[in-house]
């Protein structure tokens, strides 16, 4: 990718605080399906909203469980792609960089980046339904799932955030912090549709950051951008870290 803008790559010389916010689009050139496009083959007839809340868990634990089970799998076999390795590299280059993500898939992480916020969860994770508490070692083998808590007895959940429910305080004060005081505020591979997530890139142009979008396509939050780059992440990172070397 050879036409960065110049100011973005000088305004980016000049920052001290940077701050990312994620979505879907970052982890597709890992072979995670996106949000939006995921209903193919065997979900093709449920929509995100029909499976990510707490009433369709209570309706139907093992539907819910088995969707969450086979995206646990696919997240596991992925790896991190030249966007996620690129932005593990930028948090070197600034003396804050706070990455916010709304994904649950745990490849930040694994490309090395040390400051994330997961907004949304984890999907590694699972937890009792009933209480919350995590559940410690491997997930229980069973023959009608979801399998159930050892200590607790109560069924077994995803530690994800779901419609309906609130965002992890910690991660989303940070977030937003992080957004108030960025020099230069990212938002990468995210429809832009989600609240309170969405709303990260608004407060931090409010406050004066340059916002900078990059996804292939325009999304809801396009018109707010200082610069919005049409690309996939896999490619513009990698362009925007050789750039700063
Ligand atoms: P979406 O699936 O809504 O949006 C993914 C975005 O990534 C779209 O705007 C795509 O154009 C863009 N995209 C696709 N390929 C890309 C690439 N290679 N590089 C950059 N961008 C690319 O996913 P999210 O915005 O993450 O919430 O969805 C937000 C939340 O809605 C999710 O966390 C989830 C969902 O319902 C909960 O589960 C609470």
Known sequence: MNDLPKELIEALRKAKKVAVLTGAGISAESKIPTFRDAMTGLWASFSPEELATPEAFARNPKMVWDWYAFRREMCAKALPNPGHLALAEMEKHFEQFTLTTQNVDGLHQRAGSRRVFELHGSIARVKCADTGRLLGGEIPECDEP??????????????????????PEQALLESAQAAIEADVYFTIGTSALVYPAAGLPIEAGRAGAVVVEINPIETPFTQLATFSLRGKSGEVLPAIVEALR
């Open 146 to 167: 979801p399998p159930l808590h050892p200590e607790t007895g109560g069924m077994l959940r995803p530690d994800v955030v779901w419609f309906g429910e609130a965002l």
